[in-house]
């Protein structure tokens, strides 16, 4: 990624089923998620350079889902936050904070090939930070996270060789932002992968391939960057057993 940043994800889904009639289906996800980023040009309060700085984000989440009927899947996740300063301590140490927060959301399957969904995201989520042992007029502050609330539908057609997908977001104090794409699987195992996130081109391709009845998917995407002078690209290695 540009300016000096990092993402790193890794998590792990399972399906829950059961052979006996009358019991609902699930499923279950673990997952680290990490950003971070290097050279932060850090000043005194007087404006003199001290040297740079780094930040690291971690969040480790369970989520757990239940098909309570067909048509209908519902999910909460829960997360715990820690985001780490290292080294900006007069002694060396790191200043932290930690948070905790949960996410919901629903699917819904109301015809054939039509997939509807809604997801309300950082509920609760905060930081809480403890600065008196970095500055002599320190103070311990709270910094909440603004809710994200997402509404999307996916349609399937030729046989799932083709999708179709549109999402709306709407995150507090920002204008609504919405996104729409479209996957063709151009041969088999192959996809080819386009569309548009808030008026900026996205594109993509994937190349999933069978070995010894389990699925490897590799994946790529370019994602526009609001906030740096490039965009990002994003590699994904799937395992489907």
């Not at 192959?190 to 389990?214: C, D, M, P, S, V």
Request: neutral net charge.
């Amino acid at each position: 990624m540009a300016l000096d940043r990092q993402l790193i994800y890794v998590g792990y889904a399972q399906s829950i089923r059961s052979q006996k009639e009358g019991l609902m289906q699930g499923g279950f996800s673990v997952g680290w998620l990490c950003a971070g980023v290097d050279n932060i040009d850090a000043r005194d309060f007087n404006g003199n350079d001290i040297g740079s700085l780094s930040n690291w984000e971690h969040c480790f989440f369970f989520s757990f889902a239940l098909n309570p009927a067909p048509p209908i899947s519902i999910g909460m996740s829960g997360k715990l936050l820690y985001n780490r300063f290292p080294g900006i301590k007069d002694n060396g140490d790191a200043l932290t904070a930690k948070g905790f927060g949960f996410d919901i959301g629903i699917i819904v399957r109301p015809i054939r090939h039509l997939t509807l969904g809604l997801t309300i995201r950082d509920l609760r989520s905060r930081y809480t930070w403890d600065s008196q042992e970095l500055y002599e007029r320190g103070t311990q502050s709270v910094d909440q996270f603004p809710r994200i609330i997402r509404g999307g539908m996916v349609w399937r057609l030729l046989s799932n060789r083709m999708i179709v997908g549109l999402d709306l977001e709407k995150i507090e104090t920002f204008p609504l932002g919405y996104g729409l794409g479209l996957e063709v699987e151009g041969y088999r195992g192959i996809f080819l992968r386009g569309g548009l996130r808030n008026g900026e081109l996205t594109f993509g391709a994937g190349y999933r391939h069978n070995l010894l009845g389990k699925y490897i998917h590799l994946d790529y995407a370019f994602v526009p960057d609001p906030v740096a002078p490039i965009g990002n690209h994003v590699f994904t290695w799937s395992f489907v057993f």
